[in-house]
Nanobody, 120 residues
């Protein structure tokens, strides 16, 4: 199972980006998927989650500006980010919680991250 993020880049404050997390080796449509971010010198923080039943939750900084959604045709989960600010600059990671029925547990699978830089 592999997750690959894309869509990061340099954007001016107030701009928008769409990040995409594409999976291989598993179907994302039945799993809880989260986006995290990590800024230099800071701990990784949760940004948004879409549950296995498509309930969405957002961190306070993301609420009202970011939208997490599935693209089942691409086997992906996207993060739409609007009204970006310099404090949104970070490496953004996606994480899948995959159920292992043999072990009766959930395993976390992380992508390699994509860098988002927001300039003034």
């Amino acid at each position: 199972v592999q997750l690959v993020e894309s869509g990061g880049g340099l954007v001016q404050a107030g701009g928008s980006l769409r990040l995409s997390c594409v999976a291989s080796g598993t179907r994302l449509s039945r799993n809880s998927i989260s986006w995290y971010r990590q800024s230099p010198g800071k701990q990784r923080e949760l940004v948004a989650t879409i549950s296995s039943v498509d309930r969405t939750d957002y961190s306070t900084p993301a609420k009202g500006r970011f939208t997490i959604s599935r693209d089942n045709a691409k086997n992906a989960v996207d993060l739409y980010m609007n009204s970006l600010q310099p404090e949104d600059t970070a490496v953004y990671y996606c994480k899948a919680d995959l159920y292992d029925p043999g072990a009766d547990r959930y395993d976390e699978i992380w992508g390699q991250g994509t860098l988002v830089t927001v300039s003034l």
